[in-house]
């Protein structure tokens, strides 16, 4: 299992930024990482910074 931050993710989701270019490229540059890897299966969990 590895863990990937999207710090700053749930801030844009809320903001109503989930379907824009911002995004996508956002979430292209951390899923990039998984490129060459074995991955069957990828599982998010979104945490509002705010709660801490």
Known sequence: MSLLPCIGLAEKIENTKAHTAEVKSYLKNIL??????????ILAKIMDTKSF
């Open 32 to 41: 990039d990482s998984l490129l060459g890897r074995k991955v069957d299966m």
